[in-house]
Each structure stands twice: as C-alpha cells, then as structure tokens.
C-alpha cells in the first residue's frame, strides 16, 4: 500500500507546488449581451495562454459603475470602464460625489465611443454641437451612460436640458422618430459605424452628424477631462463623402494601485505584443493601437503601465504620470 501511495503523494505535492506558482487575476467587464463582456474574456485567453503563471477570466457585471466597487473591495483586480465613469470616480463627483476612488490606476485605453450628435438637416444652422439648442432631442435612455455623457457635453457647452425638448429614446427609436418628423435629433455614442446611424443614411433621412470645434471639445474637458479628438473618416456612412470631425469618449482597462508593478508591465506587454489576436477578439478590439493607447485615459496610468508605454517611446502627458514615478 505504501509503495501505491508513496507516488501518489509525490504528485499531489508536486501539482499543488506548480499550483502556488500561479496567479489569478479576474477583470471585471459588463453584461454578456454587450461589447465589455467578450473584450474581456478575450483578453483573458490572450493573458492566460500567452504569460507563464498567469490565469486572467472574465467576470459579468451591471457596467462600469459596479466595475469601480468591484475593484475598490478587491473583488476583481482589473476591469474595463467609461471614460467619464473613470473621470467621476477619481474626482468623487457625480455617481461618486463625496466618495473619490484614488487608487484608481488606468492601464490602457481599448477603443472609443464616438460622439454621434444628430439633427435634421432643416435645424442645421452652423453644423457644430451648439445647433441643438432649441431642438426636440433625444439625450438617451433614462439613467443610462448615454443620457449622463450626453449632459456631460452639453454642461461644457453652457446648455442644460431647459434648453432644449429631451426625449428619452434608443438609437433605433430615435431615428424613427426623426423620420416620422417628431425629432429633431439625438445622441446616439457608440463604435464606428453605428448601425442606426447607418439607417438614418440608407434610409434617406435628411439629417447630418454634427460636427466638434476645437474650442467645444476644450469646453466640454473643462468638466471631465477625458473625451478626444475623433475623425470619422469618408465613406464610413453611406453618401457621406467628408470627414466628419468629432470626438469620443475611451473604454478602457483599469486597475488599482495595488496590483504589482510587475504583473501589470506584463499584461501591458502582453497586449501590445500581440496585437494580431487582440484585434481578433472583437471589431471593436481592432482599434487598439499604441498611437491611441493613451487617448482620453482619466486616472494616472499604473506604475506597471507607465514603464511599459515609457520603454516603448511614448511621451506621457504630465497628468497621466502616476504618483509612484514622481
């Protein structure tokens, strides 16, 4: 019995020694229906399969806010957040008024929303975001990501909702009722190209995706730093020959300052390193890129990150610079 057991033994020693060996990370995403969700368990197939003692899942959530207190309890070590989301949690306003998340450590920025302000073509007075006001326009669900960034841009213009008729519409509905004449316009945030946006073209719905001046996009930063500058290129739209020049707002990875410096270098390393499975993961994933890596990112990079971005040539802006490197 004992020369059985003696083999035995010495094997569940040594599967339990390599098991030591491994770290677990979890990166919280969002729901399984929407485009958080399958970046992230993509990104922990590409970490798991492509670091040495590394295991990295998915984890669903309710989004990014859930995502922030998963993060501040030690209940995921990495997640993927809305820019302005980030912004208000490092600040402790808005959700987190009175309730500021300073370990916040922002890691990458993935791929962006992009702005998409819409207005009939008979409302269009100077082609730029000041034309909505006075306009029958739908800022987004109520309560939904849309309708806050929507506010959150229309506060840097100077606009409140007093200024103009809101709806509360989806995307779709949104264009149908600008085609049924009882809209003006709408906000309508998402990856390039947005389908909706897509109908209003197709279908022949006179209407125009407005345009972002410089000046606006530094009026709308003065409230959260974290949208910008986007240019749509021509042809993404049907019948749309020119650039349309707007702005987005970064999904992007995050994580808290206490995850080690080491480990987040290498996760940093691992995605830029790999950029060919990355881009595989999701259409979205296809606009991570080192030339936007740090577009819009709200939160100091982690020191992990910073080394990484720093070893590769990239000029960090001052307010990106973690406090650990100062």
């Given at each position: 019995m004992r020369k059985v057991m003696a083999p035995i033994l010495i094997l569940l020693t040594l599967l339990l020694a390599g098991c030591g060996d491994t770290k677990y990370f979890s990166v919280a995403t969002a729901s399984s229906g929407g485009?958080?969700?399958?970046?992230?368990?993509?990104?922990?197939?590409?970490?798991?399969?492509?670091?040495?003692?590394?295991?990295?899942?998915?984890?669903?959530?309710?989004?990014?806010?859930?995502?922030?207190?998963?993060?501040?309890?030690?209940?995921?070590?990495?997640?993927?957040l809305q820019g302005l989301i980030g912004a208000q949690a490092i600040e402790g306003s808005g959700s987190f008024e009175g309730n500021p998340y300073e370990d916040l450590r922002s890691i990458t920025m993935l791929w962006g929303n992009v702005e998409h302000f819409v207005l009939m073509n008979s409302k269009v007075?100077?082609?730029?975001?000041?034309?909505?006001?006075?306009?029958?326009?739908?800022?987004?669900?109520?309560?939904?990501?849309?309708?806050?960034?929507?506010?959150?841009?229309?506060?840097?213009?100077?606009?409140?909702?007093?200024?103009?008729?809101?709806?509360y519409l989806g995307y779709d509905d949104t264009i149908s009722a600008m085609r049924d004449g009882r809209l003006d316009g709408g906000s309508l945030p998402a990856g390039v190209p947005v389908s909706s946006v897509m109908d209003m073209y197709a279908s022949g719905?006179?209407?125009?995706?407005?345009?972002?001046?410089?000046?606006?996009?530094?009026?709308?930063?003065?409230?959260?730093?974290?949208?910008?500058?986007?240019?749509?290129?021509?042809?993404?739209?049907?019948?749309?020959?020119?650039?349309?020049?707007?702005?987005?707002?970064?999904?992007?990875?995050?994580?808290?300052?206490?995850?080690?410096?080491?480990?987040?270098?290498?996760?940093?390393k691992a995605i830029y390193e790999n950029l060919d499975t990355v881009h595989s993961i999701h259409s979205s994933a296809k606009e991570v890129s080192l030339e936007?890596?740090?577009?819009?990112?709200?939160?100091?990079?982690?020191?992990?990150?910073?080394?990484?971005?720093?070893?590769v040539g990239l000029e960090i802006p001052e307010e990106l610079i973690p406090p650990e490197a100062k």
């Open positions: 485009t958080y969700y399958p970046i992230g368990v993509g990104l922990g197939h590409l970490w798991t399969e492509e670091m040495e003692g590394i295991k990295v899942t998915g984890q669903s959530s309710a989004g990014s806010i859930e995502n922030i207190d998963l993060l501040r309890k030690g209940e995921a070590d990495l997640a993927i007075e100077t082609g730029t975001l000041e034309d909505i006001e006075g306009k029958r326009f739908s800022v987004g669900p109520q309560a939904s990501g849309t309708e806050e960034s929507t506010l959150t841009i229309m506060e840097g213009l100077g606009l409140t909702k007093e200024n103009i008729t809101p709806e719905v006179d209407a125009t995706v407005l345009e972002v001046t410089d000046e606006q996009l530094e009026e709308i930063n003065s409230i959260y730093n974290t949208w910008y500058r986007f240019v749509i290129p021509a042809g993404t739209y049907p019948g749309v020959d020119e650039e349309i020049h707007t702005i987005a707002m970064p999904n992007f990875l995050a994580g808290s300052v206490e995850m080690e410096e080491e480990d987040v270098y290498n996760l940093t936007t890596a740090l577009d819009g990112l709200p939160a100091p990079l982690h020191i992990g990150a910073y080394n990484y971005f720093v070893e």
